[in-house]
């Protein structure tokens, strides 16, 4: 079965720092795109960063460009998303997505102001 299993997130201060990981199992995680999506209270979700694990090509939304940094671990089938200089803004639940049909379980992250 096909599964990505996140962890991280928490509860952070403004200007404060997170990492989140998303790790994969069940599939061939080289051969997709991974991307960080987040849904806020009342908002729609929305897609914030990619990798392209296979090459590492990345991708930001600007609302999080220069903050955020996707990376990740072939090795250890993971993705991670560290997240720096925190606003109450990004707060919501953090989901990873492969291939656009795998999901994890999300994660809530809360910024406090």
């Known amino acids: 079965e096909a599964r990505l299993v996140q962890s991280g997130g928490g509860l952070v201060q403004t200007g404060g720092s997170l990492r989140l990981s998303c790790t994969g199992s069940?599939?061939?995680?080289?051969?997709?795109?991974v991307g960080w999506f987040r849904q806020a209270p009342g908002k729609e979700r929305e897609g914030i960063s990619c990798?392209?694990?296979?090459?590492?090509?990345?991708y930001y939304a600007d609302a999080v460009k220069g903050r955020f940094t996707i990376s990740r671990d072939n090795a250890k089938a993971t993705v991670y998303l560290q997240m720096n200089n925190l606003e109450p803004e990004d707060s919501g639940v953090y989901y990873c997505?492969?291939?656009?049909?795998?999901w994890g379980q999300g994660t809530q992250v809360t910024v406090s102001s």
């Open positions: 997505n492969a291939g656009g049909f795998i």
């Open positions: 069940g599939f061939t995680f080289d051969d997709y795109v």
């Open positions: 990798i392209s694990v296979q090459n590492g090509i990345t």
